[in-house]
Antibody
Framework: QVQLQESGPGLVKPSETLSLTCAVS?????????WAWIRQPPGKGLEWIGS???????YYNPSLKSRVTISIDTSKNHFSLKVTSVTTADTAVYYC????????????WGQGMVVTVSS | DIVMTQSPDSLAVSLGERATINCKSS????????????LGWYQQKPGQPPKLLIS???TRESGVPDRFSGSGSGTDFTLTISSLQAEDVAVYYC?????????FGPGTRVAIK
């Protein structure tokens, strides 16, 4: 099964850019999968941020679309998330995940990365 | 956006008893062209990522114990744990993947009575 591992800074200042990377193992990122970012604020539920296909085609949640970029690097077998102009509302556990089709459930998840937005 | 609701918010069940969680979508997630409900169920234990239990409303993932079952169609769905075990203590989420943005229910916390 696909293995996923998030990495990046755990602390980001307000108004700055949050940047995370998800390393993919046991599968090529160029395989026929979609790669997703999902977040979970402390004590709250899950929010889909967006997904990317190996072609680079992206799909975003309209609620975040103006601030989010998801990209893929096939040479490094990883994909990335950038969220600009962060506020304390962006404090969350950020998960990367995979789904075999765009309209399909998320079948593999990373362990999650805690990101705190604070000065 | 398709809004997902769940009931109850939490429930406590004795070991070996049945636990039932309900999920409702604000619009149908049934694709009549293939007769599939675009609905999944996840289990999340403290400090862990969600784990996919059931896809297509009723298809159990490989390795998921058969005490977990999903049912329902259209807008109303149910996750049943037929005989609750200690390791089933968790928060359970439903999720629709019928249309983007993909959305999750608020979760149901299951505890031991």
């Amino acid at each position: 099964q696909v293995q996923l591992q998030e990495s990046g800074p755990g602390l980001v200042k307000p108004s700055e850019t949050l940047s995370l990377t998800c390393a993919v193992s046991r599968s090529s990122i160029s395989s026929d999968y979609y790669w997703a970012w999902i977040r979970q604020p402390p004590g709250k539920g899950l929010e889909w941020i967006g997904s990317v296909y190996h072609s680079g085609t992206t799909y975003y949640n309209p609620s975040l679309k103006s601030r989010v970029t998801i990209s893929i690097d096939t040479s490094k077998n990883h994909f990335s998330l950038k969220v600009t102009s962060v506020t304390t509302a962006d404090t969350a556990v950020y998960y990367c995940a995979s789904h075999r089709l765009l309209y399909m459930s998320f079948d593999s998840w990373g362990q999650g990365m805690v990101v705190t937005v604070s000065s | 956006d398709i809004v997902m609701t769940q009931s109850p918010d939490s429930l406590a069940v004795s070991l070996g008893e049945r636990a039932t969680i309900n999920c409702k979508s604000s619009q149908s997630v049934l694709d009549n062209s293939n007769d599939k409900n675009y609905l999944g169920w996840y289990q999340q234990k403290p400090g862990q990522p969600p784990k996919l239990l059931i896809s297509w409303a009723s298809t159990r993932e490989s390795g998921v114990p058969d005490r977990f079952s999903g049912s329902g169609s259209g807008t109303d769905f149910t996750l049943t744990i037929s005989s609750l075990q200690a390791e089933d203590v968790a928060v359970y989420y439903c999720q629709q993947y019928y249309g983007a943005p993909f959305t999750f229910g608020p979760g149901t916390r299951v505890a031991i009575k």
